[in-house]
């Protein structure tokens, strides 16, 4: 991996520079592009665009690595809060959350799993009741026997909730054919995180890796989410589909706000049900420093903005 996707994902990390960024106004213009603002209203406002424009959506409460239970209630309210506020714009899961169970207590020193869950269980009730989906997101190799094991648990009483699985992962194939049942909603993302080479793939692999992954939940019987923005993941997904006779309301295409809006509209126009992951909230850093990772280019405008802050 690059030094400075390392660097920067290392920063990812610091809750010190965290707190400087996310006070600094100046910032905020570079932020926005990828997070629809602090509050729920923003976050609603920005649905509705996107919603009226054909896109479906998943909204992320900005948060990650709660260190209290008082914390993780906080979540919980505002997810349950903007659940109910989109009311029936989430109808039939075109506006579902998308939920960090380290934002739950995944990672408190104890009963972390068990908090976490029943965490994830009342956001879950609250998306039943407006007819719609939640989904795990996947974060570092560390957690993800954990998030699976939640993940169950959780499917027994919903059926419908969702998981990220990583393709940078070398165990990710396996946990794709595990969860490529009927009804399993599973979204293929190549990885985020700075990991090993003990556990992941570098390079050309990942998106070896990848192909191998949409491969298998293609031709399984659950449905896919297919979360990339890069066009030759994008070109071997369309080809599968075709190949395995896949309609259009049996899989869809994931990416973040703000980044290819122009590939977004063009899927929705050939057809295709396409999702945009939609963060919101104050506690935006982790998020937009890991979008950085991706795209260093975006950080020289970034850092000059930080420092005349
Ligand atoms: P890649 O990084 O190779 O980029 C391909 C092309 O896309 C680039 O050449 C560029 O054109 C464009 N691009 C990509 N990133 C950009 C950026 N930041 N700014 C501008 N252009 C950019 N990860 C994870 O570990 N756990 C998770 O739960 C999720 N969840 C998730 C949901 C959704 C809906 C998406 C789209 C992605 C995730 N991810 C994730 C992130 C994912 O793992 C991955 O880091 C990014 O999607 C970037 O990988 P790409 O497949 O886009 O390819």
Redesign the pocket.
């Known amino acids: 991996m690059p030094i400075l996707r390392r660097l920067l994902l290392a920063s990812a990390r610091s809750a010190k520079l965290g707190s400087l960024a996310e006070r600094s106004r100046l910032v905020r213009p570079v932020v926005d592009r990828f997070v629809a603002g602090s509050s729920e209203a923003d976050a609603v406002h920005t649905t509705g665009r996107l919603l009226s424009s054909g896109l479906n959506v ?1 909204l992320d409460f900005l948060g990650e690595d709660a260190d209290s239970a008082e914390q993780t209630a906080a979540t919980v309210a505002a997810y349950c809060s903007v659940i109910n506020a989109l009311g029936r714009a989430t109808a039939g899961g075109r506006a579902e959350v ?1 939920v960090k169970l380290s934002a739950l207590g995944q990672a408190l020193p104890r009963d972390g799993d068990k908090i976490a869950l029943e965490n994830a269980r009342q956001i879950c009730e609250a998306a039943a009741a407006a007819d719609t989906t939640v989904t795990l ?3 570092d190799h560390t957690t993800t026997d954990r998030t699976l094991g939640t993940l169950q648990d959780l499917r027994a009483d919903f059926p419908w909730v969702g998981v ?1 699985l ?1 393709a940078y992962l070398t165990r990710t194939a396996g946990d794709c054919r595990d969860l490529s049942g009927p009804g399993s909603r599973v ?1 293929l ?5 700075a990991e090993p080479t003990s556990v992941a793939y570098q390079g050309n692999a990942v998106n070896d890796s990848y192909r191998s992954c949409l491969e298998i939940l293609l031709s399984g019987e659950g449905y896919p989410m297919i ?4 066009p030759k ?1 994008i070109s071997a997904a369309r080809e599968l589909i075709v190949r395995q006779n896949r309609t259009p309301d049996s899989y869809e295409f ?3 706000l703000g ?2 809006p122009e590939e977004q509209r063009a899927l929705v126009g050939s057809g295709n049900r396409v ?1 945009i ?1 939609v963060p919101y909230g104050g506690q935006w850093y982790a998020y937009f420093m ?3 990772a ?2 260093p280019a ?1 950080l020289t405008f970034f850092l000059r903005a930080l420092a005349s802050g």
């Open positions: 998943t998308s997101d996947m974060e990220a990583q979204r993302c190549k990885g985020a995180y979360a990339t923005h890069d993941m994931q990416m973040l980044i290819r999702r992951y890991r979008r950085l991706e795209r975006n």
